[in-house]
């Protein structure tokens, strides 16, 4: 890393807040700017294998062009494994010192470590967002999804524990019916108090939404067919388990849905491929009637079948829900675009103390 560069931590107060895809849109605005980017990821949260693919850093990679030089793996994953070699004081690794070394390789006029899924993660480590904000003398942006404006405590906090280091933060997923409250109250509390606000990002039903593909994936679905509509974008689930004149009105009501119910309710699964379902998902082990993959054929909507209770394919799908996972370019283009529109380029980067 050239002395002249600088380093800048993405984190979050909370998890699953959309870091990942902001800081894909970001760099795209940078190299517009001819300004070299170096990306890292500290720490990871699951390991990559041939049947989860590609992680973040790799896909950030692809997607941006990034070289060997401008691209940091994780250097280690947070799980139990990890966890009880800390704990046990099995692993003594100075991470602070591989932090260090991990940045100085990585080559730009701008190097970008993406934190945890917290502020405090990572901290058994000496990884959490203000311990490698000190090690690496990097600024900090933070990115969190908006749920009311009890955001603020939140904010405020991360600026007592960075104090300088907080260069701004940027409100995503802000409902349509809370954005005048974000602009007229929450902004100009934060502004007052220091904390700049450098993006506010409406919710966008598209960002929320998960492909057909992904969800399969995530349950490690066997397709039943139409393995070539895995494309499909998922909005909404609903869950199939009453009678079939109730269920016709009940999935009437949302459009491009996953419908998560028996194998054996026929009945469920006809009402369901009538409406605006993008998906079936079918539980338990009673393979669908031909009847049912006949005119799922025709429709074009995909039967996936899980070895899993309704409970638990349910809460998988809905944790799959607002994630932009960058193997879907209609997503990419999605965030690259309201951060067009919503984010102030100009007051980052001079913040950053960067010209163009």
Do not use: W
């Amino acid at each position: 890393m050239a002395k002249s560069a600088k380093s800048l931590i993405i984190g979050s107060v909370k998890a699953y807040s959309g870091k990942t895809g902001i800081i894909l849109a970001i760099i795209r605005h940078l190299q517009e700017k001819n300004l070299a980017i170096a990306y890292g990821k500290p720490i990871g949260t699951r390991e990559i294998t041939a049947e989860n693919g590609e992680g973040d850093v790799g896909a950030i990679s692809r997607v941006l062009a990034l070289s060997e030089a401008q691209i940091g793996e994780p250097l280690l994953y947070l799980n139990e494994k990890t966890l009880h070699r800390r704990l046990r004081g099995e692993d003594t690794t100075d991470y602070t010192q591989t932090l260090q070394n991990f940045v100085g390789r990585l080559e730009g006029d701008l190097v970008f470590l993406e934190g945890s899924g917290t502020l405090d993660e990572g901290s058994l480590f000496d990884l959490s967002v203000a311990q490698m904000a000190v090690a690496t003398d990097a600024s900090v942006l933070l990115v969190s999804r908006y749920s009311s404006s009890l955001i603020t405590d939140s904010f405020l906090k991360a600026k007592k524990d960075l104090g300088d280091r907080l260069l701004g933060v940027i409100i995503n997923d802000i409902p349509i019916q809370n954005l005048e409250e974000v602009q007229t109250l929450v902004k100009p509390f934060l502004e007052n108090l220091g904390i700049a606000v450098l993006g506010m990002l409406p919710s966008s039903r598209l960002l929320r939404s998960v492909s057909v593909r992904e969800i399969a994936r995530q349950l490690d679905a066997k397709v039943l067919c139409r393995s070539d509509r895995l494309d499909l974008m998922v909005e909404s689930l609903s869950i199939g388990a009453m009678n079939v004149n109730s269920a016709l009105e009940y999935f009437r009501q949302g459009e491009n849905k996953a419908v998560i119910t028996g194998g054996g309710r026929s009945d469920l699964q006809l009402a369901a491929l009538e409406t605006s379902t993008s998906c079936l998902i079918l539980t338990g082990h009673t393979p669908p009637q031909e009847m049912i993959l006949s005119r799922a054929e025709d429709l074009e909507t995909p039967i996936l079948a899980v070895n899993l209770d309704t409970l638990t394919a349910v809460e998988i799908v809905d944790r799959a829900f607002g994630q932009v996972r960058l193997q879907e370019q209609i997503k990419i283009e999605c965030i690259q675009q309201l951060m067009t529109q919503y984010f102030d380029l100009e007051r980052f980067l001079s913040k950053l103390g960067i010209g163009e």
